[in-house]
């Protein structure tokens, strides 16, 4: 027989001491997976508007349960205020759904404000804005770190009052509601993405009334 070949992947054993080494001390970087997707409104495709870029939440292998992140299906964007009424000046949108209800919402009010907690995404809501342009509005922009963990040190680094409109778009919303609601104008409108009964109640009690706008978002406002 011919002499067999060495088929180890190591050279010598200075290598071969390197590589168990690294494999005994190697940690695994967890990756946040990002994918251009169409924007659905009502289960329908809108050809109108261009692919834009979001969490891939089934891909992602970065454990992603402990952003503050938006609850809103992409289908269920507040598209209405895209073509409702002129609604006020100055709107804050708390989790923006990557950027695409605060957009609808600058086809009602003169700006708009855009929190997102999370680094990555507020770097995707960026790009999202730039690729739907917003030449008609003013866009404004809040960058605040923050986790579910850290939710009430970040709502107070914001100026609730200014605000016309306000959308909360998070799981969060009621403790969020429960700390600005001293804060926030007696006008003010309350987006809340399907609201839960006690939400709904809670708001009752403080005289405020849920406003189903066939028109365009569904509200809550004083009477």
């Not at 005994?24 to 990756?31: A, D, E, G, I, M």
Request: hydrophobic share 30%; net charge neutral; charged share 30%.
């Amino acid at each position: 027989m011919g002499e067999v070949r060495n088929t180890t992947p190591y050279h010598c054993q200075g290598d071969y001491e390197y590589w168990q080494e690294r494999k005994r001390t190697y940690v695994p970087t967890p990756k946040t997976v990002l994918a251009l997707r169409p924007v659905y409104t009502s289960s329908v495709k809108n050809e109108d508007i261009p692919w834009l870029w979001q969490v891939d939440k089934r891909e992602t292998s970065i454990d992603i349960t402990d952003w503050e992140m938006n609850t809103v299906p992409q289908q269920y964007c507040g598209a209405g205020m895209r073509r409702g009424d002129y609604w006020g000046g100055d709107f804050l949108d708390w989790c923006s759904a990557y950027g695409l209800t605060s957009w609808y919402a600058g086809h009602s009010h003169k700006t708009v404000t855009t929190v997102e907690t999370n680094s990555v995404l507020r770097k995707i809501t960026r790009a999202n804005l730039k690729r739907l342009k917003t030449e008609f509005y003013e866009q404004k922009f809040l960058d605040i770190d923050c986790t579910k963990y850290t939710l009430i040190q970040a709502i107070k680094q914001i100026d609730w009052s200014v605000y016309d409109t306000i959308r909360l778009g998070s799981g969060s919303y009621s403790v969020i509601y429960d700390h600005i609601k001293h804060t926030i104008k007696d006008d003010c409108k309350i987006i809340v993405y399907k609201p839960s009964l006690d939400f709904i109640e809670k708001l009752k009690q403080d005289d405020r009334r849920f406003i189903e706008n066939l028109k365009s978002v569904d509200y809550f406002a004083k009477d």
